[in-house]
């Protein structure tokens, strides 16, 4: 995580660090959605899958540091500040990812990225006891006092194009948990601004 740390930090620092020709700018900003689990969280009473379990806010930023030619990394890192909330208001849960893919600028300004990070579930809470229903009753369950991170390495792909301008769309994949077996993907969609 502290590789993750300062690469990211050499790249904001980085004066003019954009990839081949210009093409890409050497910093930039973005708002859009994290769509967590997808097609493995329950969404009916039955059991079944939804698409996504949880569709939350997300903003972030990234830099460009060119490496070669037309690949260069992208260290950026994604928050959601409103997070969401645990069962019955027991806790609020955010997420924080740090990335450093390697990215590829192709032609027509379309931009392809993977490489490694770590993705950070942040769970707050107060506190207390909280009623809960627990099959056909209910029961007492703990709420977290104080705030806990539990981090999990993961490795991302990605997509952007050039809209207009310095404004980008682009959808990333997260993939991790494949250590225990089971690996789980959530989605970003996001819209950069470039300086």
């Keep these: 995580m502290r590789l993750a ?13 954009a990839m081949a020709k210009g093409e890409l700018p050497g910093f930039s900003v973005s708002a859009g ?5 997808v097609l493995s969280t329950a969404a009916d009473d039955d059991g079944s899958s939804g698409m996504f379990g949880t569709l939350l806010p ?3 930023f990234s830099a460009s ?3 070669s030619g037309s690949f260069g990394l992208r260290p950026s890192a994604l928050y959601t500040p409103l997070g969401r909330t645990a069962a019955n208001d027991s806790a609020s849960v955010r997420f924080l990812s740090l990335e450093i893919p390697v990215g590829y600028l192709g032609g027509g300004g379309l931009d392809w990225h993977a490489g ?7 769970i707050s809470g107060e506190g207390g006891l909280v009623e809960i229903e627990n099959g ?13 991170t539990s981090t999990v390495l993961m490795m991302t792909a990605g997509v952007s194009t050039r809209i207009t301008g310095n404004w980008r769309a682009g959808v990333d994949g997260w993939i991790y948990g494949l250590a225990g077996g089971r690996g789980t993907v959530d989605l970003v969609a ?4 470039g300086f």
């Design 116 to 122: 490694p990070g770590v993705l950070m579930t942040i």
């Design 190 to 193: 996001r819209l950069n601004l």
């Design 33 to 37: 959605l994290l769509g967590r689990q």
């Design 58 to 60: 997300a903003l972030g």
């Design 136 to 148: 056909t009753g209910t029961a007492d369950f703990a709420r977290p006092g104080g705030t806990s």
């Design 5 to 17: 740390v300062v690469v990211l930090a050499v790249g904001l620092l980085s004066p003019g660090a």
């Design 65 to 67: 540091v060119s490496l």
